[in-house]
């Protein structure tokens, strides 16, 4: 077999989330976990304007989330102690040498480390439940990593980061010749351009370590977006500064040249915790749309619109409130996975 991921613009047969249930990403209290109910189905319901939103639902929060969810939403019930679904659940693939067939490929998840705090043993069931549900053919794999961890362009040119799938509490034994391979394997990726490091936020305890979806995506071959910290007051100002100049160097799998553009990030610099990782990066594209994050600044939100709308060509941009889903770990990129659609005979 073939396999090969394909850019997220190609077309979607529909999203895939989990919904929030009592767990690390919630409060102690019901106050400070409305929130993130609220974030989880505002993303969902917008989504769900554009193509099919499918929701995997612990028990305890089917009738929670049936009454905050649009009717179109389709609800999946299964045991959840993780609710990011970009993680823990299954990266699509397809077959380039058998069209119509979907593959979905079951990383080994540890909690982005296996931290103190960290739940995974029912999320590591969700991919094959996922695939299960959509006749997809299951490729397990050894290698820990989260879908977080990775972005393409739909030919062979993958971005990922050192300090992610070469971490040590993730892959002890790993080196990047066997990344590579074991990423050639599963999503067909022929050239890995290897990122130094994540955004400053992000190396804390309830951090990934360095996320790729949080710095740059690929709208397009040779074309990326890259999150823009333009205050040197910020840590991530000198961050950003080095992966321009690193990407603007790079080559993808076809031997082109990458032409950089930039996302900057909103004016705020912190909230009670520190420096903050508000990325407009981490969006989502969706059939005819993109879902983009805000931070409650009106001309920032707008300009990233315009940028990611430029970037998209067709598509128009949706912001909604991330404040939320970040205060918990992550954007709008991480709590949604596309499934591709498949071609028809």
């Avoid at 890995?192 to 996320?211: K, M, Q, S, V």
Wanted: charged fraction near 25%; charge should be negative.
């Amino acid at each position: 077999m073939n396999w090969r991921m394909p850019s997220e613009t190609h077309p979607h047969e529909r999203t895939w989330m989990a919904f929030p249930c009592e767990g690390p990403a919630l409060g102690g209290s019901q106050e400070s976990r409305e929130p993130t109910y609220r974030a989880w189905a505002e993303v969902a319901n917008t989504i769900a304007e554009f193509e099919p939103v499918a929701m995997l639902v612990d028990p305890s929060e089917a009738r929670r989330a049936r009454s905050m969810l649009s009717a179109s939403v389709e609800l999946f019930e299964t045991p959840i102690d993780e609710c990011w679904m970009r993680d823990h659940g299954p990266t699509f693939v397809l077959d380039d040498e058998r069209p119509g067939q979907l593959g979905a490929v079951d990383w080994v998840f540890n909690g982005w480390g296996a931290h103190s705090w960290s739940r995974w043993e029912k999320a590591n069931e969700n991919a094959r439940f996922v695939a299960e549900l959509v006749g997809a053919t299951r490729i397990g794999s050894l290698l820990v990593n989260e879908g977080g961890g990775i972005h393409v362009d739909g030919e062979g040119t993958v971005l990922l980061t050192e300090t992610v799938q070469l971490d040590p509490r993730r892959n002890p034994y790993a080196d990047r010749e066997r990344v590579e391979a074991e990423l050639a394997r599963t999503i067909g990726a022929t050239k890995a351009i290897w990122l130094p490091r994540g955004l400053t936020r992000d190396y804390e305890d309830f951090g990934t370590n360095g996320h790729v979806d949080m710095l740059a995506t690929i709208t397009s071959p040779g074309e990326v977006l890259l999150h823009t910290q333009t205050n040197p007051e910020h840590p991530d100002y000198e961050v950003s500064r080095q992966l321009k100049t690193m990407l603007s160097e790079a080559v993808d799998a076809a031997g082109r040249g990458f032409r950089v553009t930039e996302l900057p990030a909103p004016a705020i610099l912190h909230d009670e915790e520190g420096f903050v990782d508000y990325s407009y990066v981490n969006h989502l594209v969706v059939n005819d749309g993109i879902i983009a994050c805000g931070f409650g600044e009106p001309e920032a939100d707008a300009k990233a619109r315009e940028i990611l709308e430029a970037a998209y060509p067709g598509r128009r941009a949706v912001t909604i409130e991330a404040r939320p889903i970040f205060a918990d770990g992550g954007g709008i990129h991480c709590i949604t996975q596309q499934q591709p659609k498949v071609a028809t005979a």
